[in-house]
Antibody, heavy 119, light 108 residues
């Protein structure tokens, strides 16, 4: 049974870097059939796609976040990561990692990590 | 177009049929997927590639597509179907993902 688990600080100061890791268990991140991605959700609001990455490092980013987002993958540790720079209060929310079947079907989700941007 | 539009809220009587729609130009070229999200939980994939259900999703959930509109239909709606529903697809470039704004389904 595939499981994804987000980890990282729950509180980030404004203008700093938000860093989260998603550890994959019960399956290999080197799957040729799957991509891996991040989705966020401000409290009480809708879902927003952040970006998607393949095990070889090829990636796609939301154009509205592209200048601040970097995704990376560590196949030796079976995990992938998100970095979001210059955060503001508008970046507060739940951050979910997910597995994608192909490039666009989010078929498995982590439980989510609440990140608050505040001083 | 770079948007997927959903009605913010829909209600349905217990046991009846409800349609939740998602509109966007990119739906003319790409299928929609649908996700159910209950309070305090991560989203759950309920339909993909227009009308395919993952293992464990009841067959009362079905999907269709017509032009720029994708629809999620729940036939014989149960109380446990009360949730937020989000559509998802690609934008016109095919490289980027879009989510609809979500529809809050209330079961009366």
């Amino acid at each position: 049974q595939l499981q994804l688990q987000e980890s990282g600080p729950g509180l980030v100061e404004p203008s700093e870097i938000l860093s989260l890791t998603c550890t994959v268990s019960g399956g290999s991140i080197r799957s040729m059939s799957h991509y891996w991605g991040w989705v966020r959700q401000p409290p009480g609001k809708g879902l927003e796609w952040i970006g998607t990455i393949y095990y070889d490092g090829s990636s796609y980013y939301n154009p509205s976040l592209k200048s601040r987002v970097t995704l990376s993958v560590d196949t030796s540790k079976n995990l992938f990561s998100l970095k979001l720079t210059s955060v503001t209060a508008a970046d507060t929310g739940f951050y979910y990692c997910a597995r994608l079947h192909g490039t666009y079907i989010f078929d498995q989700w982590g439980q989510g990590r609440l990140v608050t941007v505040s001083s | 177009s770079s948007e997927l539009t959903q009605d913010p809220a829909v209600s349905v009587a217990l046991g009846q049929t409800v349609n939740i729609t998602c509109q966007g130009d990119s739906l003319r070229d790409y299928y929609a997927s649908w996700y159910q999200q209950k309070p305090g939980q991560a989203p759950l994939l309920v339909l993909y590639n227009k009308d395919n259900r993952p293992s464990g999703i009841p067959d009362r959930f079905s999907g269709s597509n017509s032009g720029s509109t994708a629809s999620l239909t729940i036939t014989g709606t149960q109380a446990e179907d009360e949730a937020d529903y989000y559509c998802n697809s690609r934008d016109s470039s095919g490289d980027h993902q879009l989510f609809g704004g979500g529809t809050k389904l209330t079961v009366l």
